[in-house]
């Protein structure tokens, strides 16, 4: 079974890492008719209710050319240019974030999302890290884009993703009709928008023990055992989600955090029939907190944000 979270990363584009610092090379590839770049404007891409809007070398404005990498034989790139770009060409709405464009990533367009990932991660980066955390001092870009070096101190950065641990915690007897999982609001969301637990990773802290703190922290809830189940790039604005199932010792909630406003067991019966009731909306079909309650609910699930 394929999980949701997984036709994102279903079809990776060799990233040609070792040409980076190879100029002629870049050069040649940047000539071919072939080659197509996708512009980000800031933090933002245009896009069509078709996808994303590829355009040729010459076409691409002013920025910062980033190497993406090499697919069925197209070299593919970003150029990141101004984000006035957006903000004097937004009138018909398609310049959008990476959240916006989620949509778009379904289905077809799944094949898309690990370029538009490595896109708008790199164009996230380069927007937060404009001046040296060491001195302070300017940074520009090089390795076609994957590196910036200060010019004063010559300290150079690296892109940077957060580990993110992401959990499903169940209790009761494995496969029974009384097992249930342990779902959360954020208070963001509107009512009956309900989804898995998650938070960050911190310094010295192992992943399993950071699905069982943060499980703690947020509900009450104790979490013994702790298994990894897949893991999703979810550069918003730069994390690695690490996803995990968990078994729960205890069943009490409290909330204790102000991440959840809102917390509930559910059953499989209980959940097939508040979704089709409308009463629980359940996560998109592109991440990875789909996924694993899908794969505890044992087939696809009704209904999505």
């Not at 000539?31 to 590829?54: F, I, K, M, N, Q």
């Not at 990932?117 to 884009?145: I, Y």
Request: proline content about 7%; glycine content about 10%.
């Amino acid at each position: 079974m394929t999980y949701p979270h997984e036709r994102l990363a279903a079809d990776p584009h060799d990233r040609l890492g070792l040409l980076r610092d190879d100029d002629t090379a870049l050069q040649a590839r940047l000539a071919d008719e072939g080659s197509r770049v996708l512009v980000v404007a800031g933090t933002r891409v245009r896009s069509s209710p078709e996808g994303l809007e590829w355009v040729r070398p010459e076409e691409a404005p002013e920025g910062v050319r980033v190497l993406l990498g090499e697919r069925d034989g197209t070299t593919w790139w970003a150029v990141i240019a101004d984000a006035a770009l957006a903000r004097d060409e937004d009138a018909d709405g398609a310049w959008l974030p990476l959240r916006g464009l989620l949509p778009l990533l379904g289905g077809d367009g799944a094949r898309q999302a690990p370029l538009a990932f490595h896109a708008l991660g790199l164009a996230e980066w380069h927007w937060a890290h404009r001046f040296c955390p060491r001195c302070g001092g300017a940074l520009s870009a090089r390795a076609a884009g994957h590196e910036l070096v200060c010019a004063d101190c010559g300290k150079v950065q690296f892109p940077r993703s957060d580990p993110a641990v992401i959990m499903l915690i169940t209790a009761g007897e494995p496969g029974s009709e009384d097992e249930r999982c342990l779902l959360g609001r954020h208070p963001a969301w509107p009512e009956g928008r309900f989804s898995t637990l998650a938070g960050f990773c911190e310094p010295g802290e192992s992943l399993e023990d950071a699905v069982r703190r943060e499980v703690a922290e947020e509900t009450a809830v104790v979490v013994g055992e702790v298994t990894y189940f897949g893991n999703q790039p979810w550069p918003l604005p730069a994390s690695l989600m690490l996803g995990f199932h968990g078994r729960a010792l205890s069943e009490e909630i409290r909330l204790e955090d102000d991440d959840v406003v809102e917390a509930g067991w559910y059953t499989r019966e209980q959940i097939r029939r508040a979704t089709h009731e409308g009463t629980l909306v359940l996560p998109g079909g592109v991440s990875i907190s789909r996924s694993l309650i899908e794969h505890w609910y044992g087939e696809d699930l009704p209904g999505s944000w």
